[in-house]
């Protein structure tokens, strides 16, 4: 659809109306929750092999190596069939094989490019395979339910979880329970996960943390150490100057397949779509724009925020806003609360994805 569209001071011409998302309400099947789960489009071509280990690091070595053996192993029959492979025997002599693997290490390691590696290079259709972050999983639940969320997934290979948060005990505990059913079921899994309220900056590794919360399914990890350079302590990069409500707009008219919203609707918005759907509210867009960019109210509005966020930023999309810069998005209460980590992410992310819109604005 077409508009001739004029701005204050400017002769009218004739460009595409941008989309608004807060128009669009998604209805997404179950069995696309369920596809979409594969590594972002980011992680499209990484593997093992593009892994550049750092020589003075050899923790990094051994664990490409640790899960190159670990995707192998995963070629044979599902775990609950015939066909069984040392890593899902269920043989008395065998019976503490572990059936997943748990990434342990600092920022800047590399954890999610070898978790989507190996991904990539387990031996399975894509169908017989799951990668998510930990809030994808637990907003899989809440559209699916819990009873189909286990059947959706039982036949699967492998499920890789991304990003596990250990913040929230009772998402904790439920997602635990899920595996505990699916490693009944013979699936394997691999993850990554979050630091613990409080100890964001303390030490370098978490695997206690992660061993301890997940209680009864720690015996399934097996703990898998990555050293290297810890970016925890480096500062959130300065996010770039916001533009102008004026600017924001053309740039949304004069951009094809962008958004045009204003950012308190947009909140609004999100409270009436389930999280598990926003990366379907993300089809087709090449950019977002958003004008009036203010605080975020409260804690449950920030959390959506966060989920929209963490879906631009897989499927690469520009965000271009006016109003304050995304560093001021959330108050001193909630940076020092604990969902802080986060908001942390969000915001770095956000000012990635505003980095990268900066060529949508006419010089």
Not at 141 to 149: E, M, N, Y
Not at 243 to 252: I, K, L
Request: charged share 20%; net charge negative; glycine share 8%.
């Amino acid at each position: 659809m077409s508009s001739s569209t004029a701005l204050p001071g400017q002769s009218p011409i004739a460009e595409t109306a941008p989309l608004s998302l807060c128009a669009l309400e998604p209805r997404v099947p179950a069995d696309r929750l369920v596809a979409e789960m594969v590594p972002p489009p980011r992680f499209d071509s990484v593997r093992f092999d593009t892994y550049v280990p750092d020589p003075n690091q050899p923790s990094q070595t051994e664990a490409v190596g640790v899960l190159s053996d670990f995707a192998a192993g995963l070629g044979g029959a599902h775990a609950s069939g015939s066909g069984k492979r040392k890593w899902f025997s269920r043989k008395p002599a065998a019976a503490s094989a572990p059936l997943g693997v748990y990434l342990d290490g600092g920022y800047g390691v590399g954890k999610t490019h070898l978790l989507a590696s190996l991904w990539h290079a387990t031996p399975a259709a894509p169908s017989l395979k799951a990668f998510g972050t930990f809030v994808e999983l637990t907003n899989l639940v809440g559209a699916l339910g819990f009873q189909q969320t286990v059947q959706t997934l039982s036949g699967h290979r492998l499920l890789c979880i991304d990003e596990f948060e250990l913040d929230d005990p009772g998402d904790t505990v439920l997602v635990s329970s899920l595996l505990s059913r699916l490693v009944e079921a013979g699936v394997a899994l691999a993850a990554t996960s979050n630091t613990l309220p409080g100890k964001l900056g303390e030490g370098r590794f978490a695997s206690a943390d992660f061993l301890r919360e997940i209680q009864g399914l720690s015996a399934h990890f097996r703990p898998l150490r990555i050293d290297g350079e810890d970016y925890r302590h480096r500062g959130l990069p300065e996010a770039p100057p916001p533009y102008s409500d004026e600017q924001v707009t053309r740039a949304a008219y004069a951009t094809e397949g962008a958004s045009l919203d204003d950012f308190p609707s947009l909140l609004d918005h999100l409270a009436r779509v389930h999280p598990s759907r926003y990366g379907a509210l993300t089809d087709g867009l090449r950019a977002v724009c958003l004008t009036e960019v203010q605080p975020v109210p409260d804690q449950s509005t920030a959390l959506r925020l966060v989920v929209l966020a963490d879906r631009l930023y897989d499927r690469e999309v520009p965000v271009l806003a006016s109003g304050l810069p995304f560093d001021r998005l959330f108050s001193e209460e909630m940076l020092n609360g604990g969902y802080r980590k986060k908001y942390f992410r969000a915001i770095s992310r956000l000012t990635a994805l505003a980095r990268d819109a900066k060529g949508l604005v006419a010089q």
